[in-house]
Nanobody, 123 residues
Framework: QVQLVESGGGLVQAGGSLRLSCAASGLTFSNYNMGWFRQAPGKEREFVAATRWSGSSTVYADSVKGRFTISRDNAKNTVYLQMNILKPEDTATYYC????????????????WGQGTQVTVSS
C-alpha cells in the first residue's frame, strides 16, 4: 500500500520560511517522479514543483520560481519543499504527489497523493 505522508506545515508570517517533507512508503521511491501541488479554499488544486526520479531535473510554477526549492533524498524515501519569502497567497493545503512515468503538472495524471499539510501565511 502506497503512503505519502507530508509534514512541516504551519503558520508563518509573510516573508518567512517553511520546509515541507513527504515521506514515501510502499513504492520504489527512486523510480518515481515526485511533486508538490497546493489547493487554496475555493480554488482548484494547482501544480507547485516537481523533480525527476534522479533529482537531476526540476520544474516550478511561475508563481513560486526563485522562492521555492524542491529536493529529494532517495536514501530516505523523502521529498522536500523549501519555501522562502512566503506570501499570503501561498496559503493553501500542500499535497505531495508521485508519478511513475515522467514529471507532470496535471492533477489528473498523478498516480498517488498524500493527505496534505496546511500552510498559512499571515500578512
Amino acid at each position: 500500500q502506497v503512503q505519502l505522508v507530508e509534514s512541516g506545515g504551519g503558520l508563518v508570517q509573510a516573508g518567512g520560511s517553511l520546509r515541507l517533507s513527504c515521506a514515501a512508503s510502499g513504492l520504489t521511491f527512486s523510480n518515481y517522479n515526485m511533486g508538490w501541488f497546493r489547493q487554496a479554499p475555493g480554488k482548484e488544486r494547482e501544480f507547485v514543483a516537481a523533480t525527476r526520479w534522479s533529482g537531476s531535473s526540476t520544474v516550478y510554477a511561475d508563481s513560486v520560481k526563485g522562492r521555492f526549492t524542491i529536493s529529494r533524498d532517495n536514501a530516505k524515501n523523502t521529498v522536500y519543499l523549501q519555501m522562502n519569502i512566503l506570501k499570503p497567497e501561498d496559503t493553501a493545503t500542500y499535497y505531495c504527489a508521485a508519478r511513475r512515468t515522467g514529471i507532470t503538472t496535471v492533477v489528473a495524471l498523478v498516480d498517488y497523493w498524500g493527505q496534505g499539510t496546511q500552510v498559512t501565511v499571515s500578512s
